[in-house]
C-alpha cells in the first residue's frame, strides 16, 4: 500500500467534507490522514513493523482528535496539506521523545538497581 496522498487531493476531500459533512467524505478524508501518519511515522525511522504501526496508530488517533475538537481547521492562510503534515510530525516527535526518556529512566533505574545490588555483594 503507497502512503502517497496528494496534497491537492487532500484540500479538496477536506473542503468536501466541511461542506457536506458526508460519512462518505468522512470516511475517505480518514483514509487518506491515516496514510500520512503512516509514511510521516518511517521518516522516524521505527526498528520493528510493529514499532513502525504503534506510531501510526498513536499519531493517527492524536490527530484525528486534534480535528474533532477543532484544533486543526482550515484558517484559509495555509493549504490543509501543510496543517496536517505538520500536526502529525508534532505529534510523532512527541512520541517518540516520550519513549526515549522512558528508556532512558528505565535503563538509570536498572543501573542503579545493578550499583545497589553489587555494593551489597561486596
Not at 501510526?56 to 482550515?74: C, L, N, P, Q, W
Not at 538509570?108 to 538497581?113: I, L, M, R
Request: charged share 30%; net charge positive.
Amino acid at each position: 500500500m503507497a502512503n502517497y496522498v496528494e496534497s491537492k487531493e487532500i484540500s479538496r476531500k477536506w473542503a468536501d467534507w466541511a461542506e457536506t459533512g458526508s460519512q462518505e467524505s468522512w470516511d475517505d478524508l480518514c483514509g487518506d490522514i491515516y496514510l500520512m501518519c503512516e509514511g510521516i511515522s518511517k521518516k522516524f525511522k521505527p526498528k520493528t513493523e510493529e514499532e513502525h504501526t504503534d506510531l501510526t496508530h498513536e499519531a493517527y488517533v492524536a490527530i484525528m482528535t486534534k480535528i474533532k475538537k477543532g484544533k486543526i481547521s482550515d484558517n484559509g492562510k495555509s493549504p490543509v496539506f501543510n496543517l496536517l503534515t505538520t500536526a502529525i510530525h508534532n505529534i510523532l516527535y512527541t512520541i517518540v521523545q516520550r519513549i526515549k526518556r522512558k528508556q532512558e529512566q528505565n535503563f538509570k533505574y536498572v543501573n542503579e538497581q545493578m550499583n545497589k545490588l553489587q555494593n551489597s555483594i561486596r
